[in-house]
């Protein structure tokens, strides 16, 4: 095994053991032997979560008039037909014929060959499988079956014993938002752009879960869909523009070898990436940059090949985060141009007309897509925030993501100090989340807190009852130092 998978492998065993071990994530039904592709948060991983997703909606919706949406995770069968889920939602599935186990093959071969795979066909696949000798990575068969593809969609049958109408698991929360698209224009006075967002739980029947959160059966997406006039695509105001134009985003365009920084301006006039999609690639660079605070070097912008994007897609941006513990960058999220394709099938379908009248035209909105995985991005800020210390481990977590904001400390457990303790918890409970404790030596508590990514520790001892003062510990740089009582919910705010 080369060094740095071995490293990879560490680091991932150590960040899962503390997230076993203080209540970030687990197997979901563990106690039965757990089932791959499902996981439980646990009371700090849900935390992460909640302040990802806030801190998620608090940012996209301002995007103009664009607002949050909740819908069914259960929709009829003639959802996905219109959607081509039916027919196009598929993986890539070989079996063994000796053991009889399947799994994905297009992972099989990244793994194996160390290739993308993506954008071959079953045939390429099978192909190539053959010509390299692959083996069964279960009983090591040379005797395996030609690649053939797997619809991912969960069917459930809805009514009670006879005729029953099938529906299924929601792949994605984009569907709900284009089924919703005609009411949420005329509630919202009818005007474009607008974004529909939904953060729900979709669903995808994964031939082979692997790599923690990264293929999940059931995981949780924060979508935003932006509908627009089409004729407007290339186009923002000179104030918006001016704003953007000079900003350099981080592309790795497909005939590049390796990242740019790029100017809105230059991307625009030589990648032919629309202004109005160049507005969302900016909104969602400044999120990770400035917002959750990864380091430049760890954030690209991907662009997909017509064979490797999604069906619907005329334009793919992937969004990706080196991660250590998964050995490079991986997709956490997109940007996609879906066009008209959703609406435009769901009117033929459906028969009713999706066509609305804006700008003294008749018209379908086209559709401009940002999708986040929810979970993998909780991953990724495990991975990138997680650090080892001569001392201590600790996840350096941005404050807007911390499970825990603060945690109170009373040195010892005797001479008034709970109760002075108590008292400072009580007045910093109602603006910060907080954790208190008594017991145990004051390092080790420290170290705990460091471990689960608290920013701050505030410790009260004897000095507090002379002269009501407090001790605060900061967490990356493990300095101390006194504050009034007074003035605490001042300077934690700042």
């Not at 991307?267 to 999609?277: E, R, S, T």
């Not at 660079?285 to 917002?291: A, D, G, H, V």
């Not at 066009?339 to 035209?361: A, M, P, R, V, W």
């Amino acid at each position: 095994m080369r060094k740095k998978e071995k490293t990879a492998i560490e680091k991932l065993d150590k960040i899962t053991a503390i997230a076993l071990k203080r209540g970030f994530f687990w197997p979901t039904a563990e106690i039965y032997g757990g089932k791959a592709g499902l996981y439980s948060y646990g009371h700090l991983g849900k935390a992460v979560k909640n302040n990802f997703e806030n801190l998620w909606r608090s940012y996209f919706l301002s995007f103009e008039n664009s607002y949050e949406i909740d819908s069914s995770i259960i929709l009829p069968e003639q959802v996905f037909i219109a959607s081509g889920h039916l027919e196009h939602f598929n993986d890539p599935l070989i079996e063994c014929k000796t053991c009889h186990f399947r799994f994905r093959a297009d992972q099989f071969i990244e793994d194996n060959l160390k290739i993308r795979a993506e954008e071959l066909t079953p045939e390429e696949m099978s192909d190539l499988i053959k010509k390299n000798k692959l083996k069964c990575p279960k009983c090591k068969s040379w005797h395996l079956g030609q690649v053939k593809w797997f619809n991912m969609m969960f069917p459930v049958s809805m009514g009670a014993v006879g005729i029953k109408d099938l529906a299924y698991l929601t792949p994605e929360t984009a569907q709900s938002s284009y089924l919703s698209f005609k009411r949420e224009f005329d509630a919202a006075r009818k005007k474009l752009p607008l974004g529909i967002a939904i953060i729900g739980k979709a669903f995808r029947n994964e031939i082979s879960p692997r790599q923690l959160f990264f293929r999940l059966r059931e995981f949780t997406q924060a979508e935003l869909q932006i509908f627009f006039d089409p004729d407007e695509i290339n186009k923002l105001n000179k104030e918006e523009w001016k704003e953007i134009s000079k900003y350099e985003l981080i592309l790795l365009a497909q005939k590049q070898k390796t990242q740019k920084e790029i100017s809105c301006e230059e991307a625009n006039k030589k990648l032919k990436i629309p202004k109005f999609y160049l507005k969302a690639m900016v909104l969602v660079q400044k999120f990770y940059l400035e917002k959750l605070k990864i380091p430049k070097k760890m954030f690209l912008f991907r662009e997909l090949s017509k064979k490797e994007r999604a069906f619907y897609n005329k334009i793919h941006w992937d969004i990706e985060l080196y991660l250590e513990t998964l050995g490079g960058f991986k997709e956490i999220g997109g940007v996609h141009y879906r066009t008209d394709y959703d609406l435009l099938g769901h009117e033929k379908h459906s028969k009713e007309n999706l066509h609305i009248f804006y700008n003294n035209k008749k018209f379908i909105p086209h559709v401009l897509e940002l999708s986040f995985g929810v979970d993998r991005n909780i991953w990724a800020l495990m991975d990138i925030f997680f650090k080892e210390e001569k001392e201590r481990t600790l996840f350096s977590f941005p404050r807007t993501i911390s499970p825990i904001d603060i945690a109170v400390f009373s040195l010892v457990s005797r001479e008034g100090m709970p109760e002075k303790a108590k008292e400072v918890y009580n007045i910093i409970k109602q603006n910060f989340s907080c954790f208190y404790d008594e017991s145990g030596a004051i390092g080790r508590r420290y170290r705990r807190q460091d471990e689960i990514g608290t920013p701050y520790c505030i410790t009260i001892d004897s000095q507090t009852l002379k002269d009501d003062t407090v001790t605060i510990r900061e967490r990356d740089s493990m300095k101390q130092k006194r504050i009034k009582i007074s003035n605490l919910l001042t300077a934690l705010k700042t």
